[in-house]
């Protein structure tokens, strides 16, 4: 039983753009951050960016502000990422991901995770 599901996965050339969706289940609790979360080979899982659950406030690691923008709504209980500008760096598997507090939790903290959808940049 997958709590969160994504789409919009791809590959595309460097300075292109992909936007992710991810669709929540009904069963998270509706005051919980949602965020994303990516894995490149060999690297530990690392925070990309999160949403409060009333979408006022965004937040976003160093390496993707500027590029990235998160947003999310409550009433169709999505979640989206829009990557523009994208770099070979930015390869990796990209997971939706929430919790209380997605923007301050280690990965291993957080509650729930979808299954992932691969995001491949060309040089």
């Known amino acids: 039983q997958t709590d969160l599901v994504e789409s919009g996965g791809g590959s595309v050339q460097a300075g292109g753009s992909l936007r992710l969706s991810c669709a929540d289940s009904?069963?998270?609790?509706?005051?919980?951050?949602m965020g994303w979360f990516r894995q490149a080979p060999g690297k530990e899982r690392e925070f990309v960016s999160s949403?409060?659950?009333?979408?006022?406030?965004?937040y976003y690691s160093e390496s993707v502000k500027g590029r990235f923008t998160v947003s999310r709504d409550t009433a169709k209980k999505t979640l989206s990422l829009q990557m523009n500008n994208l770099k070979p760096e930015d390869t990796a598997v990209y997971y939706c991901?929430?919790?209380?507090?997605?923007?301050?939790?280690?990965?291993?903290?957080?509650?729930?995770w979808g299954q992932g959808t691969q995001v491949t940049v060309s040089s």
């Open positions: 949403i409060t659950w009333t979408g006022s406030r965004t």
């Open positions: 991901v929430s919790d209380f507090r997605v923007a301050t939790m280690n990965h291993r903290q957080i509650h729930y």
């Open positions: 009904g069963r998270i609790p509706s005051n919980y951050e």
